[in-house]
């Protein structure tokens, strides 16, 4: 038997869903199963993800720029030349 998992961030419509999952012709069984707290807590550590450490790492190993703005931002990106050109042909 084969198994379908559908993801319905809208609790409001759960109900809706499974009615009309229970109207397909040849579904055996519609089940609801909900997150537990811990479970929500668990999916939603950013702590435990990759990005996460890595930029820690960064961090730690002083690999972060600061810019006084976008435009300061782009112009440490692209050098002030490059960026000069960009500018002034936007504007």
Do not use: W
Request: with cysteine; charged share 25%; net charge positive.
């Amino acid at each position: 038997m084969a198994t379908i998992v559908l993801q319905v961030p809208d609790e409001s419509l759960v109900s809706k869903v499974k009615q009309a999952c229970k109207m397909l012709m040849g579904v055996a069984s519609v089940k609801v199963q909900r997150p537990t707290a811990a479970t929500k807590a668990k999916d939603y550590d950013i702590t435990k993800t990759a990005g996460y450490r890595e930029a820690m790492d960064d961090v730690k190993h002083g690999r972060v720029y600061h810019a006084d703005s976008v435009d300061n931002m782009f112009e440490q990106i692209l050098g002030e030349e490059a960026f000069s050109k960009i500018r002034s042909s936007h504007v």
